[in-house]
């Protein structure tokens, strides 16, 4: 049986007690001994690994790769600083795609433009003649669709606001084009029909981006598109990356009727828990939260929003864990989280064992927080969150004083973090995470000392979250470290990260992952 001896003088292992190792031996893609007892073997293939550092390959706990697939044939907005300037970039995206194709993704951000105000179809009119256009904000909680795009899904003034969404309407009652939360789904038929993109190209070209940046391991959080697609690249030998896929609340009869239960699968693809939304995001103002928004006009002041009343999320929350599905639920603002946490309690007094996490949990009362360990809830978190919208937090948030991406309080407390993306919101590189987990400050080092640096965690800390608590969010403890009888995954980068901690942490961001292995088969190697 053929063994292979992986070396490397500095291969950090994740393994408490023992860190760092110099061989790993490898056998049916597992581990089977490090150190000096993997060096003793004798006729095993020998493989030198290049770069600096040898660690675990990552998961990322959060991510939606049918968005990320999509977005890369879309127009990117992104960057764009004003009204004009997204124009401009849609105008010449028109220009050079097929003429009647949708037009779809997009991530504009008007909190970043020179004046911050939601656009309108009119607008969008302009510079999009006779096609659909309906684009996606960078949240992914709000949409800004054209005339033809709400004529077509039939959405009038006398349409009615869906339960958990919103069609925003100017002074004189008529839609604006901007459909917030659940409002948004109306328009879907419009951009999934037969002129869409096939998807499974798209996700094989995400596939080699993921492995690029020393991804091994994902949880996808979108639907079922998306899971047909990776079960067909599995069924042919095209999946090269570890996939847990998430049901959405819409299917979760589906999910139940199929017979799925989290975890059911093998080594490259499993089921993972069902997705439920409690409220929206902080820069749609629908983030759930107990205070108003700094800002509201008098008579109009906003707490944001809960996008599925607590009953019915009860209730689809028991469902769940009766069929066997694991829950991972999206709460962002303080209210969003006490009630999902609320519903979680419940769940534990009536004897449910299933995985629980909370997705984002981006600001919570410090009292909740002992919550979360007492009913063995994991915290699932993007650190890139906090680098793109402290700013944003302080502004519409104030003064108020709550646990902010406090991934030092939830770890002070016992509390489980698994860390993500939440690709495309920010960018899938798991490096970047790592470096707003240590500094909490921008690419440019702003703001100098960290925003709350009180909230810092080191870096030990931030690839555990990465590595061993994403996949323990998805049920996993065969994968994360690299020690006999886990899989061997891991990556080979340019660059000592830990030696970077305390010398130039901004450093981080900039690393590049130079080799990535899957099970002991090469994934990615950079030219």
């Known amino acids: 049986m053929t063994r292979t001896l992986f070396r490397h003088e500095r ?4 393994t408490t007690g023992a860190p760092w190792t110099n061989a790993l031996l490898v056998e049916q893609g597992r581990v089977v001994a490090v150190g000096s007892e993997a060096l003793d073997h004798g006729g095993a293939d020998i493989v030198d690994l290049p770069g600096a550092l040898v660690l675990p390959g990552l998961h990322d706990a959060h991510i939606h790769t049918e968005w990320v697939a999509r977005d890369l044939a879309e127009v990117d907005l992104r960057e764009a600083r004003s009204l004009e300037e997204a124009l401009g970039l849609i105008r010449d995206h028109v220009a050079s795609t097929p003429a009647g194709r949708p037009l779809s993704s997009g991530r504009w951000n008007s909190n970043r433009w020179d004046v911050p105000a939601q656009p ?3 607008a969008l009119d302009s510079v999009t003649g006779d096609r659909v256009a309906v684009l996606d904000s960078v949240d992914g909680h709000t949409v800004w669709a054209n005339s033809l795009a709400l004529e077509r899904a039939g959405i009038t003034r006398d349409t009615p606001d869906p339960v958990g969404g919103e069609i925003v309407r100017d002074a004189d009652g008529e839609p604006t084009g901007i459909l917030r939360e659940s409002a ?5 038929p419009l951009i999934e029909g037969p002129d869409a993109e096939p998807l499974r190209p798209l996700l094989e070209r995400c596939q080699d981006w993921l492995l690029s940046v020393g991804l091994t391991s994902i949880t996808d959080i979108d639907g079922e598109d998306a899971r047909a697609a990776y079960l067909a690249m599995h069924e042919d030998g095209g999946l090269r990356l570890r996939v847990t896929t998430c049901v959405r609340d819409p299917d979760l009869e589906l999910a139940i009727s199929e017979g799925r239960r989290s975890g059911q699968g093998d080594d490259l693809f499993r089921v993972g828990p069902v997705k439920f939304f409690s409220d929206g995001a902080l820069g749609s103002h629908t983030a759930h939260m107990t205070e ?12 944001g929003m809960a996008v599925t009343p607590y009953p019915v999320l009860l209730e689809r929350i028991r469902m769940s864990l009766d069929g066997g599905l694991d829950v991972a639920t999206h709460a962002i603002g303080d209210e969003a989280n006490r009630l999902v946490l609320d519903a979680f309690g419940v769940m534990r007094t009536e004897g449910h064992r299933g995985i629980l996490r909370i997705e984002h949990a981006q600001h919570v009362r410090t009292v909740d927080i002992p919550r979360f360990r007492t009913l063995d809830v994991i915290a699932s978190m993007q650190p890139s969150h906090c680098t793109a919208d402290h700013e944003l ?8 004083r709550l646990a902010s991406y406090a991934w030092r309080s939830f770890l002070d407390a ?3 973090l698994a860390f993500g993306s939440d690709a495309p919101v920010e960018d899938p590189n798991p490096f970047f995470g790592l ?11 702003h703001p100098l000392g960290g925003w709350r640096p009180e909230e810092r965690i080191t870096l ?4 555990r979250a990465h590595t061993v608590g994403a996949h323990e969010a998805v049920g996993r403890t065969d994968v994360g470290r690299l020690e006999p009888g886990q899989l061997a995954d891991f990556v080979s980068i340019d660059r000592d990260i830990w030696a970077l901690e305390d010398s130039d942490p901004m450093a981080i961001r900039d690393t590049a992952v130079v080799q990535t292995w899957v099970g002991a088969e090469l994934a990615f190697e950079r030219d």
């Open 460 to 463: 030990d800390e931030a690839v």
């Open 292 to 303: 108003p928004y700094v800002g509201g006009a008098p008579g109009h002041e906003s707490c």
């Open 393 to 400: 937090a302080d502004e519409i948030i104030g003064p108020r």
């Open 120 to 122: 309108g179809r009119q």
């Open 414 to 416: 016992g509390v489980r």
């Open 435 to 445: 470096h707003a987990a240590v500094t909490r400050r921008r690419a440019d080092g």
């Open 11 to 14: 291969i950090w292992t994740g």
């Open 184 to 188: 948004q789904r109306l328009l879907d």
